[in-house]
Structures are given as structure tokens and as C-alpha cells.
């Protein structure tokens, strides 16, 4: 039976560097598994829109598609703008199977990917005691994304950090999560001795580009997660997880 064709559907942005940055992921997809087909489209600013590599998969004889959500949480955009785009593309190309995969976050594998870039940007194992830690991400006002990184902060608050603090690169939340840069003059205010900033985003960006402004007063800013080798594998579980309950079915009914 044809593997499913995996299609990884990203925000876009009118930084370049944001396109880059996926190419970049689904091309360590690839080659973390050769024979995969492995399709991009983005929901704004990029080409190729979701509906045009859906219409052109069709056109193609494609006849099954896990469409993966390049989102580290699920929030508006997985619950609402995907599911919305993949429905109207079923109603138009009825012959195409097209399945929605989870989000990517959370999972042990980002952390580990956060973990890459903090070593990176030069933090080691014995710096953790003695060093506090900014969880940047892009922001949310959904009260599930939110909860899942304050979860994040606080699992990482037992990896050794003297202290961590989730903050938002956008607006305060409900929840009361500072901006990156408020995060980290808290830390300081703390008599925090060095201050490190990860943004928990994928690629680069307008808000990314916030946190890094945000963290003009840290020690340390690690790099966007990117095309970690974790965020590949990560991927590719999620496909998995999308696409053997329909492998299954399909041997049952055989």
C-alpha cells in the first residue's frame, strides 16, 4: 500500500527567512526518510497556498494526504483555519483522503531541541544552577496553548535552571505572562546571575524578531528551533500517529 503523502502546512511570513527555515525542516524530513513524498504549503504570504499543493497532489493521482500542522500548540490555527481549509478541499477533490495530524508540541523532542540550541549558545549543563531561564514563545489567547507552556516552563524547572519563566513575544496573556523583556528584568530583579532567552518558535519571523529585541537585556539568546533534528523526527511521529489507525483499519477490512 502507497505511503500517505505527508503534507507539512506552515503559518508563512513575509520574511523570507520563515520559507527557508521549512524548506529547510522538510528537506532533513527527506532524507530522514527516502521514498517519503513530503509536500509544503503555507496559509499565508508563501507559495504554495494549502489548496493549491492539495489540487495539485489530486492531479497527480495522489489519493491519501496527512496534512501536518507546523504548530508547536494547539490554538487557533489548528482548531479553526486548517481544519477549515482541509474541509473545503475534500468537498472539492472527493477522491483525495486528507487527514489532519496533531500539532507538534508537546513533546519531549522540542524540549530536547530547545535544549540543542541553549548548548548552542554556549549555556552548559554546570551554567543551569546558577542561571535562569526565558521561555519565549509567539503568544496565545487560547486557554489549552497557554496552559501547555506554562507545563513546558515548569517541567523545565526541574532540569536544574534556578528559575523559568514562560513569556510571550505578543501581548500579555489572561494568564498573566510577561513580555520577553519584562521576564527578563524579572529574573534580574530576582538577583537571577545570568539570564538566557529561548524562543520555543520554529522559524524566524516578526515575532520572533520581538523576542530577540525583548531579550536585548539577557545573557544569553538561543536561536529559533528551526530544522533541529529533533523537530524532523518529530515530524515524522506525528505522521506516523496520523496514518496507522487508517493502516490498520485497512488490514481489518482487507
Not at 527557508?20 to 513530503?38: E, F, K, N, Q, Y
Not at 496559509?43 to 489540487?55: G, H, I, R, Y
Not at 507552556?149 to 513575544?169: D, M, Q, Y
Amino acid at each position: 500500500m502507497t505511503a500517505p503523502v505527508l503534507l507539512v502546512i506552515a503559518h508563512g511570513s513575509r520574511d523570507p527567512r520563515h520559507a527557508a527555515t521549512v524548506h529547510a525542516l522538510t528537506a532533513r524530513v527527506r532524507s530522514l526518510r527516502p521514498g517519503l513524498r513530503v509536500a509544503t504549503g503555507f496559509l499565508d504570504f508563501n507559495a504554495p497556498s494549502v489548496p493549491q499543493v492539495l489540487e495539485r497532489l489530486a492531479a497527480q493521482g495522489a489519493q491519501d494526504v496527512v496534512a501536518l500542522p507546523l504548530l508547536l500548540t494547539r490554538a487557533f490555527h489548528a482548531k479553526s483555519d486548517i481544519p477549515t481549509v482541509l474541509r473545503e478541499a475534500r468537498s472539492r477533490l472527493p477522491r483525495l483522503r486528507v487527514r489532519q495530524a496533531e500539532v507538534l508540541g508537546p513533546s519531549p523532542l522540542l524540549n530536547s531541541a530547545l535544549e540543542r540550541r541553549l548548548h548552542e549558545a554556549g549555556i552548559r549543563p554546570g551554567d543551569r544552577s546558577s542561571t535562569g531561564l526565558v521561555l519565549a514563545s509567539a503568544g496565545s489567547t487560547d486557554p489549552e496553548a497557554i496552559a501547555v507552556i506554562a507545563e513546558i516552563a515548569r517541567e523545565l524547572r526541574h532540569t536544574g535552571w534556578c528559575s523559568v519563566r514562560p513569556a510571550f513575544a505578543s501581548a500579555t496573556s489572561p494568564t498573566g505572562f510577561p513580555r520577553t523583556e519584562d521576564a527578563v528584568r524579572a529574573l534580574r530583579d530576582e538577583g537571577v546571575r545570568r539570564v538566557a532567552v529561548a524562543p520555543y518558535v520554529i522559524a524566524p519571523g516578526r515575532l520572533p524578531d520581538r523576542i530577540a529585541e525583548g531579550a536585548a537585556g539577557a545573557d544569553v539568546l538561543a536561536d529559533v528551533l528551526g530544522a533541529a533534528p529533533e523537530l524532523a523526527r518529530l515530524l515524522l511521529t506525528r505522521y506516523d500517529g496520523a496514518r496507522v489507525p487508517a493502516a490498520r483499519t485497512a488490514a481489518l477490512t482487507a
